[in-house]
T-cell receptor, first 116, second 114 residues
């Protein structure tokens, strides 16, 4: 079983909706990540949080808004999305802070998002 | 520029065959890490191995083995006596300190038929 838990597993939303994806880990990891994965493509990095602060934003549109309420939780708030935003959104965590990675990233099972 | 290339997009084998997944990378960093991840149909990425750039020893873990060749910038992955449960997409990835990120290859979809 994965130690990174993502909810919901599936989400369907309209372009005017506001929804959130949630991610939780209890491994004491201090870095958390959001990746976006389109069908038959590799994951693409969106955001990185280190010690609960946003450290990397890969030029992601503002309709995606990350939030890290505490060291165990990571949210991704969604608003006014487009159909092309439909994808698998993967959360990950690692013990290390970016720039000093020596261990692996632990990934959740992902939230599969469909925007109508 | 950092780049990871997995030239094989899909491989199909029959159970018990050996199969090798290729990975070639490009980086200007002298210190970097290479990873292999498995992504089954359920979606999560499962860590398989990490190798740092100073450790060129090959590694074997059960039916899995990895061949790191720094001279050719390759980090190939072999599954011996493949099983149906090995069917998944496999990603090779490169971590580089300068970019603070994990760069994935395009992935290889492995289908093991009974």
């Amino acid at each position: 079983d994965t130690e990174v838990t993502q909810t919901p597993k599936h989400l369907v939303m309209g372009m005017t909706n506001k929804k959130s994806l949630k991610c939780e880990q209890h491994m004491g990891h201090r870095a958390m990540y959001w990746y976006k994965q389109k069908a038959k493509k590799p994951p693409e990095l969106m955001f990185v949080y280190s010690y609960e602060k946003l450290s990397i934003n890969e030029s992601v549109p503002s309709r995606f808004s990350p939030e890290c309420p505490n060291s165990s939780l990571l949210n991704l708030h969604l608003h006014a999305l487009q159909p092309e935003d439909s994808a698998l959104y993967l959360c990950a965590s690692s013990q290390d802070v970016p720039g000093t990675l020596t261990g692996e990233l632990f990934f959740g099972e992902g939230s599969r998002l469909t925007v109508l | 520029a950092q780049k990871v290339t997995q030239a094989q997009t899909e491989i199909s084998v029959v159970e018990k065959e050996d199969v090798t997944l290729d990975c070639v990378y490009e980086t200007r960093d002298t210190t970097y890490y290479l990873f292999w991840y498995k992504q089954p149909p359920s979606g999560e990425l499962v860590f398989l191995i990490r190798r740092n750039s100073f450790d060129e020893q090959n590694e074997i873990s059960g039916r899995y083995s990895w061949n790191f060749q720094k001279s050719t910038s390759s980090f190939n992955f072999t599954i011996t006596a493949s099983q149906v449960v090995d069917s998944a997409v496999y990603f090779c990835a490169l971590f580089h300190n300068a970019g603070n990120m994990l760069t994935f290859g395009g992935g290889t979809r492995l289908m093991v038929k009974p």
